[in-house]
């Protein structure tokens, strides 16, 4: 089983904005703090992500214990790394569930602090043809157009130039989309490891539009 581990700054999500609105006197201090303490905070952490995970049930796990951190790996099917410090780091494991067909992956987004929290930010990765599948509109049905008879349509007869009595007019069926051949299922996860424990965690998917 092939494990890709990545170790890299998470950068901040803005996505979907939130506007808090403040009511009431704003003191002339307030407005002198810093931007870096209203802003999300950037954590930075490491985490394992593949495609393979033994579990096919879809969910969200926290880990703050080792025998939690372990259980995370049992989901994957892996023994836990033995870089886990209880009472010092949280995990989070990201499983989506069974998939019919390759090409879906789990892509963390972020890792943040906000306000009294830590927020886990990530959306599913899926095959490209699906992608573009949900980004262009549906395609209206075309419209028959009508057109006035020629002269020379008349010369075979009254019934020249016109479709045989209880029959209409038909438009030329339209090519079958093309499709992706079906794959292995795959069980697509992502584990994160986080250098706090002294707030709660959470994690939110962005879904793809």
Known sequence: MRLAEKTVPFTVDYLPRRRFLSYGVVGASALLLPAANIAAQTIE???????????????????GTVAEWRSLWGRVGSP????????????????????????????VLSTSRRRDRIVVVFEERMPAEFM????????????PVAQAPSANSFAGGAGAGFAPSGT?????PPPPPATRPVG?????????LIPRADLPVSVEQRLFR
């Open 80 to 107: 836990a790394p033995d870089v886990f410090e209880p009472g010092r780091m949280n995990a989070v494991g990201i499983f989506l569930g069974r998939r019919n067909g390759e090409g879906y992956s789990v892509n």
């Open 45 to 63: 952490g490491r985490h394992w992500q593949g495609a393979t995970a033994i579990t096919r049930q879809p969910e969200h796990v926290v880990a």
């Open 184 to 192: 292995q299922p795959t069980s697509p996860w992502a584990i994160i």
């Open 168 to 172: 209409g007019a038909s438009l030329a």
């Open 132 to 143: 573009m599948a949900q980004r262009m509109p549906a395609p209206s049905a075309p419209r």
